[in-house]
């Protein structure tokens, strides 16, 4: 990110809630009547352990002096011992965070804001362990899984590489100025919040574009920044693919990038080929759709978020036949989220794509509380209808819903 959030971007970024990028701690003992202050020593040792689950992950955004619902409550600590808390990024962790660190008076009460990076390695609480950030949770991992992941972060990823051939103008900086106007730097002049997330990058005067600031914001046609940035919706007339004079397959419509279209465009061409049932509710009939509107969405924006961009030979795809929909995105499971971990519907939180995950949560495209798979398997189960499946073979991740129908209750 290029500049610390302003006085007046700080309550829109407590607004969006906690999750997977934000974070608020109390620094107040709200168990007492009336409330007392956290022991230093408290506070001190949960802002090491989010600090480090947060360079552990993506990175993200620790506010102190905040309430769980977003409200700023402060605190009452002197100056001595505030400087002592912002220095614990470099005091308690290992190897040290250089954390961007500032006080700010927000509805008349002190904030202490940490931005604190993702780390390249493994980071430590000096003797608690290696927590890492999932969603709103944070959970302790082996180190060794944790410099699995950060192993692939040293040869920069796709959509961090900025492109020679790319300028400003390639860019739809009236549809950037759009969905940006979401997040918490929308007031600043786009290229500046183009910045912030490091989409665009200023280099001897000039500004140099990410694959990451293409693949979001590209002026069409932009399949010439990747030629299968996009996702194809397929109809199958029965419950398996045909080919030859037999062939049962339709394409139902495409959706090219940028991907801030692409994904609106893409849930329309999906949800138009969602087929409506009927269910008893008392005496009346009421109408279903045959797959939960959260479930199938979710699936959907999950593959467009997390999928490799470094593949150009075939786009994210969603099929749907006669008793089930799949949807499919090109690349492997990221450490530490294993099949087995989204199999058991527990929170899982791992992506190559750290860029396009945050401004995507920031423009409210997509969830960021690392629940989102549980979840479908939840919508699933309300439903009564059949355990989802999820298989990660030859590079190519797929999960498949299942409908049954017309069901009465």
């Given amino acids: 990110m290029s500049a610390h959030l302003t006085k007046d971007e700080i309550p829109k970024a407590l607004a969006q809630g906690e ?30 352990d989010v600090v480090a689950a947060f360079a552990n992950a993506d990175g993200g955004l620790l506010f102190v002096g905040v309430e769980d619902d977003g409200r700023p409550s402060g605190h009452s600590y002197d100056d001595d011992a505030v400087q002592g808390l912002l220095a614990v990024p470099e005091n308690r962790l290992r190897p040290e965070v250089r954390c961007r ?17 993702q780390s390249i390695e493994a980071i430590m609480v000096v003797a608690d362990g290696f927590p890492f950030r999932v969603g709103a949770q944070i959970l302790r991992e082996p180190q060794e899984l944790i410099n699995q992941r950060k192993q692939a972060l040293r040869v920069v990823g796709y959509e961090q590489r900025f492109r020679a051939e790319a300028t400003l103008d390639v860019l739809d900086l009236e549809l950037a100025q759009r969905f940006l106007d979401r997040t ?6 786009v290229e500046e919040a183009l910045e912030y997330y490091g989409l665009i990058e200023k280099h001897l005067g000039q500004w140099k574009i990410s694959n990451a600031g293409l693949l979001l914001f590209a002026r069409r046609p932009a399949l010439k920044w990747h030629p299968r940035a ?21 394409q139902a419509g495409r959706a090219d990038p940028p991907l801030v279209l692409a994904l609106e465009e893409s849930r329309a061409l999906a949800g138009a080929q969602v087929r409506q049932g009927e269910r008893l509710k008392g005496l009346y009939f009421e109408g279903v759709p045959e797959y939960p509107e959260f479930a199938w969405q979710e699936a959907l924006v999950n593959a467009i978020a997390h999928r490799d961009y470094e593949v150009t030979s075939r786009e994210t795809e969603v ?10 995105n090109p690349g492997d499971l990221i450490a530490p989220v294993t099949l087995e971990r ?32 549980a979840r479908v398997f939840d919508e699933m189960a309300d439903r009564r209808l059949p355990h989802p499946e999820i298989e990660c073979e030859g590079s190519l991740f797929t999960i498949r819903l299942f409908g049954e129908g017309t069901r009465s209750e």
């Fill in 19 to 48: 999750g997977q990028f934000r974070e608020f701690k109390s620094a107040w003992n709200r168990a007492s009547d009336p409330p007392k202050k956290l022991k230093w020593k408290n506070l001190r040792d949960k802002i090491a």
């Fill in 101 to 117: 660190t500032g006080r700010v008076a927000v509805d008349g009460k002190e904030v202490l804001v940490f931005e604190v990076p």
């Fill in 184 to 189: 918490p730097v929308g007031e600043r002049p």
């Fill in 230 to 250: 996009g996702v194809r919706v397929f109809r199958v007339a029965g419950t398996e693919r045909l080919h030859g004079r037999r062939r049962n397959v339709t």
């Fill in 319 to 328: 099929w749907f036949y006669d008793d089930r929909v799949e949807i499919s």
């Fill in 342 to 373: 989204l199999r058991e519907g527990g929170p899982a939180h791992g992506t190559r794509n750290p860029m396009l995950v945050r401004v995507l949560a920031d423009i409210g495209a997509m969830r960021d509380e690392g629940e989102g798979i």
